[in-house]
């Protein structure tokens, strides 16, 4: 089955530390994004890439970093330099182009301890 | 600046009643629509989407959402809810000149009285 999947579910960790998000996706898409969901603050956008190679910053991408060396995968670091955080993250994918649908991984819930 | 506004954080209804949440954009030209669910802890579905033609869309799970250029909205419907309903969702709105981004509204959490 086609589909995005993101590791791991949850994650913990102590202040200081970066760590990496995976997302890998098999739907061919050319597009995929990182967003941060806070409650009652919807879905912001960290980055996002077009293409190989190639992925451009979103609103709040400060603290975070991306690659994107296969179409496949999208990983998201949260560095030590992130302030606040704990969150869930969400990956997403889309055929290239600003008026396509986005399909979402099951996201992955991170916490600061 | 484009913007799409759900101006219900919550929304309560009794299984079996009429639902209506609310999505009004601020764009200049014709927007692309979605509305998406998300149950709590788990990834967003798309429930349907406007792109042009018949401004009354179907889509999944009985949900039906209509544009309205005149009042710039794009409001979400169901005939009868079920307890299976309860989740947050979310309209988002796509940009014909965007830089591949979709502009999300902060959500409306529906919630079920059995």
């Known amino acids: 089955d086609g589909g995005i999947t993101q590791s791991p579910k949850y994650l913990f960790r102590k202040e200081g530390q970066n760590v990496t998000l995976s997302c890998e996706q098999n739907l061919n898409h050319d597009a995929m994004y990182w967003y941060r969901q806070d409650p009652g603050q919807g879905l912001r956008l960290i980055y996002y890439s077009q293409i190989v190679n190639d992925f451009q910053k979103g609103d709040i991408a400060e603290g975070y970093s991306v690659s994107r060396e296969k179409k496949e995968s999208f990983p998201l670091t949260v560095t030590s330099a992130q302030k606040n955080p704990t969150a869930f993250y969400l990956c997403?994918?889309?055929?290239?182009?600003?008026?396509?649908?986005?399909?979402f991984g099951q996201g992955t819930r991170l916490t600061v301890v | 600046a484009q913007s799409v506004t759900q101006p219900d954080i919550h929304i309560t209804v009794s299984e079996g009643a009429s639902l209506e949440l609310r999505c009004n954009y601020s764009y200049g030209a014709t927007p692309y629509l979605f509305w998406y669910v998300q149950s709590p802890g788990q990834g967003l579905q798309l429930l349907l989407k406007?792109?042009?033609?018949d401004t009354l869309v179907q889509g999944i799970k009985g949900f039906e959402a209509e544009f309205k250029r005149s009042q710039s909205s794009f409001n979400l419907r169901k005939p009868s809810v079920h307890w299976s309903d309860a989740a947050e969702y979310f309209c988002?709105?796509?940009?014909?000149?965007?830089?591949?981004?979709?502009?999300w509204g902060a959500g409306t959490k529906l919630i079920i009285k059995p």
């Open positions: 997403a994918s889309s055929i290239r182009g600003p008026n396509t649908e986005a399909f």
């Open positions: 406007y792109f042009s033609g």
């Open positions: 988002a709105v796509g940009e014909t000149d965007s830089n591949y981004q979709l502009i």
